[in-house]
Structures are given as C-alpha cells and as structure tokens.
C-alpha cells in the first residue's frame, strides 16, 4: 500500500497515530494563511474574469460529490439558455496546457474529470493549472454568460462572484484538523462564508444533494456478456477519492460479492490493473471508466466484461431557488 493510501485510510479511521503528523498540519496552515494573506493584501495578484465565476469546491480532500453537483448544475443552466463555461485545473492531464476539452479528449492529456464532465453536458470548457489562461482561452472560442470552476476553492488567484461547497455528511469533517493529520484543506470555519450544500440521503439541511444510482451499463459490449446480474462476483476497480461511497453505491446495487481493487485519485491505470486470476468481471465508477475507454482502444483484445455504474446528482428546490436568486445578483437572468 502507497504512503497515499496508507494515510487515506487513516483518515477515513481517524486512526490515533495521526497526532504525530500534528507540527506539519501547524506548518500547513502557517502556509495556508500566509499565501492567503499575500492575495488580500494585493501583494499577490488576482484575476478578475470579466464574466461572473461560480466556484463549485470542497474543503476536504477526496470525494465530496462535486463533480456530479456540477454536471448537473450545468445541464439546468443550459435548459435555461444560459451559456455556461467550465474550467478545470484538469489534474492527472499532461497538457499542453491550457487546453480545450471535447468528447474525443483524453483523459491522460486533460483529466479524467474534465473528460467525464464534457462527456455528459457537451459544455465548452477548458483546463489548465493557470486558470486565467483558461478562462481567456474559453472566452476567445465561444461566448460566455457564466464560468462554473470545478473545485480551486483554495485558489486564491481567481476572483468569484460565488462559492458552492459541496459536505458530505457521510464522510463528514474527520478529526477536523488541517492537512497531513487530517483532510481538511481549510479550517471548518470556511463553511460559515459560502453556500453549503449538504450530501446527504437523508436530509437535515434545506440545502442538499443526494447520488441516484442509474441502470448499470456496459462499457465493452464485445465482451462475453450483455446481461448484468447483481448476483456474480465482481472486480471492483476504483480509483476515487472515497472509494467507500462507491462500495456503499454497489450495495444499494445488490451487489454484495466482489474483491475490491482500490487505487490512488486520478490513477493511470495499465491494462495490467484490469487483469485478475479469477472471477473476471469488473464493475467500476464512471469517472474511472473514462480512462478505461482509452484502454479499450488500445488492446481491442480485451473483452472482460467491465460494468459501470452511474450516478446522478439530485438536489433540493432550495438549491434551485437559491442558484436563480445568486445568478441574478450577479446580472444573469432566466428565460
């Protein structure tokens, strides 16, 4: 198991020994408040776009849900003829950056989250680690009414009209301490100055988002099999940054038989890792299986059955009243 890992499960344990990683969190944060301090007192610069920005983040490090609350959020927006934009710092992509993500990008170049995001909405979007370059770069291919950033909450250099943070009530806050000794990116006093939205099945917030599981669906259909059965035994190869929420999903599924194979955020996964001993077929997140699409391609004799799982985010009417009424403070109306 990866040093990664091994402090990801820790986390998720809040195991004891983590106190010990206690001097680096103080160091964190010294840093964490000093390069924010840089920002606001204008020592470091920061980039106005000249469209509003709608920040959609979290303050823990791994899953919170973020990526399906945009997706979704962006499908309303383009119901409403609001011409939506997104960029990304597009993590796990080689660039060259910054770049513009379509259905035929790969994950490899741009990210595996950029890939599935454009994938399902067919939203103009862009990547890069310098998100004004990003921006300027979506702005001189189409026109723009609204720039959605998926996560760079903690990014300082980008001025936003809105913040949305995404909690998941069932991983929750942890030991609420700062990174390494816990996953806090920010102090929990961070929720008190945006728009929290809970996810969460059972609500407790008006403010709130669930994850409805879809039909799963075949990736390869070439393979031996076309009929999905909750009852056989699956390979669950994940590569998240909660993986037990997916564990959680397989099992409101039905499946209840299978050998988890768990690998680090943004893997670059080999054929290798989809080659196993026994009981062949493999069932996985969307997210992963955007990466495994480019694998397919590649070794056309690979006709393991690998299952997908989707999922959709479902979001109070709260959420909607609230998005219109932000959206409109900052000059953007509705049809």
Request: charged share 20%; hydrophobic share 40%.
């Amino acid at each position: 198991m990866s040093m990664a890992q091994t402090i990801q499960d820790a986390w998720n344990k809040q195991a004891a020994w983590l106190v010990l990683l206690r001097p680096l969190s103080w160091l964190y944060r010294f840093g964490f408040c000093l390069n924010q301090g840089l920002y606001r007192t204008g020592i470091k610069k920061v980039y106005t776009a000249p469209v509003p920005v709608m920040v959609i983040g979290n303050i823990t490090v791994g899953g919170s849900g973020k990526t399906p609350l945009l997706i979704q959020l962006v499908k309303y927006l383009q119901q409403h003829n609001i011409r939506v934009g997104v960029i990304s710092r597009g993590y796990g992509g080689k660039g060259d950056f910054p770049a513009l993500v379509t259905t035929t990008s790969e994950p490899d170049q741009v990210g595996d989250e950029p890939c599935l995001i454009v994938q399902a909405t067919h939203v103009p979007m862009a990547v890069g680690p310098n998100r004004q370059a990003a921006i300027e770069l979506l702005l001189k291919s189409t026109a723009i009414d609204l720039i959605m950033s998926d996560d760079g909450l903690q990014h300082w250099a980008l001025a936003r009209q809105l913040e949305w943070i995404v909690l998941d009530q069932n991983r929750g806050l942890g030991n609420e301490k700062l990174l390494p000794e816990g996953y806090l990116r920010e102090p929990k006093s961070r929720l008190n100055r945006s728009t929290v939205i809970e996810h969460t099945k059972i609500a407790r917030a008006q403010r709130n988002m669930h994850l409805e599981i879809g039909q799963p669906y075949l990736l390869n259909p070439n393979s031996s099999t076309n009929t999905f059965d909750a009852k056989q035994y699956f390979n669950a190869v994940v590569g998240i940054g909660f993986p037990q929420r997916f564990y959680q999903t397989l099992n409101k599924l039905g499946v209840n038989q299978y050998q988890a194979h768990e690998f680090p955020d943004h893997h670059d996964y080999e054929i290798a890792d989809l080659t196993f001993d026994h009981h062949d077929v493999i069932i996985t997140t969307e997210k992963d299986a955007v990466k495994f699409k480019t694998l397919l391609k590649q070794h056309p004799e690979f006709n393991i059955p690998i299952w997908v799982v989707p999922v959709e985010a479902v979001l109070s009417s709260d959420c909607y009243d609230l998005l219109r009424q932000q959206l409109q403070q900052v000059g953007i109306q509705f049809s």
